[in-house]
C-alpha cells in the first residue's frame, strides 16, 4: 500500500524516539476522492489507534492508515530527500483524488474516474466540477456541471471540445456527452 525509503524510515525512527514509547505515525488522506485532497503524516499515539486502523510494520515503528484512506493510499509513496535547499519529507499519493479502478471496472466507474482525476481537477481552477449523471444505451454520457462551470460562458466549448473529444477517444463505448444542467449566470460563474 505504502512505500517508506529507508531515508525516511530512519527520519521516522528518529522523530519518534523524542515521543512517548508505542507511538507511531499515521498517514491520512483529508477530503479523500475529492479535487481537495490533502495528504498527510502526523504522530499517532497508542491510544489514538482504532480497531478499524490498518498497521504497517517498517524498521522500528508502524504506519497507521484509517480505513477510509487506505484505498487512496494505495501505491503512495513517502520519501525523505537532501537537495541543495536542505531536506525534506515528501508524500506522493497519485490515488488520493480518486480510488484506483479495479480491473474488471464497468464503464461507469471507468468514466467517473476520469471526471475525478483527469477533468474535476482542471476545472477546479475555475471553482466547477462535472459529475455522471448517466450513460444512455446509445453511449452518451450524461454530465451535471456546478460551481463556477454554472453558466459560464464557455461551456460549451468546455463540453464538446474538450471533455467530450477526450471521453470518446479514451472509451470506445462513448459516442458522445451531453450537459443537463440548468444554467445560471452569477456571482459563481467563471467568465
Do not use: W
Not at 500500500?1 to 522523530?15: C, D, N, P, V, W
Not at 492508515?65 to 515528501?90: C, H, N, R, Y
Not at 466547477?128 to 463556477?148: H, N, P, R
Amino acid at each position: 500500500m505504502i512505500t517508506i525509503s529507508e531515508t525516511a524510515q530512519s527520519h521516522f525512527a528518529k522523530l519518534l524516539s523524542d515521543q512517548a514509547e508505542e507511538t507511531n505515525i499515521r498517514v491520512f488522506v483529508v477530503n479523500p476522492g475529492t479535487s481537495q485532497a490533502e495528504c498527510g503524516v502526523s504522530y499517532c499515539p497508542a491510544d489514538a489507534v482504532e480497531e478499524s486502523d490498518i498497521r504497517l510494520p517498517f524498521n522500528g515503528f508502524d504506519a497507521v492508515v484509517d480505513a477510509e484512506s487506505a484505498p487512496f493510499l494505495e501505491e503512495a509513496e513517502i520519501d525523505f530527500v537532501t537537495d541543495k535547499m536542505g531536506t525534506q519529507l515528501t508524500l506522493k499519493a497519485p490515488n488520493a483524488k480518486a480510488k484506483k479502478l479495479s480491473k474488471n471496472a464497468d464503464l461507469n466507474e471507468r468514466v467517473e474516474h476520469m471526471l475525478v482525476s483527469e477533468v474535476n481537477p482542471q476545472l477546479a481552477n475555475h471553482g466547477g466540477q462535472v459529475s455522471l449523471v448517466e450513460i444512455t444505451a446509445e453511449g452518451v454520457a450524461i454530465l451535471q456541471f456546478g460551481g463556477g462551470c454554472n453558466g459560464c460562458s464557455m461551456i460549451d466549448v468546455t463540453l464538446k471540445e474538450g471533455i467530450e473529444k477526450e471521453m470518446v477517444a479514451k472509451f470506445d463505448e462513448i459516442t458522445g456527452v451531453r450537459d443537463i444542467t440548468e444554467h445560471q449566470a452569477g456571482d459563481h460563474s467563471y467568465y
